[in-house]
């Protein structure tokens, strides 16, 4: 699994604390990201622009949630972001 689809399990198992199970359901309609296995954690991004898939995942939790929405994924990908290069950083999450 790579850092941005790691980002996207933890984004979604966070906001899955929050909303329960409709997180998979909403993570699942977007584009380029495709949920394997939600018990076991597993999610790919199938496009070449990871950056864009994980912009669109948590702009769809603000769309539910607004700012709270977006501070959750924020808080989510902390630790992962960190380690990341400034232009590797989705603007969604900084």
């Known amino acids: 699994m790579n850092i941005y689809e790691k980002i996207a399990l933890k984004i979604i198992r966070e906001q899955e604390l929050l909303m329960g199970p409709v ?3 909403e993570a699942a309609k977007v584009e380029g990201l495709n949920i394997i296995d ?3 954690g597993i999610v ?3 496009n070449s622009n990871s950056i864009v898939t994980i912009n669109n995942l948590v702009n769809r939790f603000i ?3 607004g700012r709270a ?3 959750v994924c924020k808080e989510a990908a ?3 972001i960190a380690d ?3 232009n590797q950083v989705p603007t969604s999450l900084e």
Do not use: N, Q, V
């Open 78 to 80: 902390g630790t992962l």
């Open 38 to 40: 939600k018990e076991m």
């Open 63 to 65: 769309k539910l949630f």
């Open 84 to 86: 990341l290069k400034p």
């Open 44 to 46: 790919s991004i199938e």
């Open 69 to 71: 929405g977006r501070e």
């Open 23 to 25: 997180a998979w359901f």
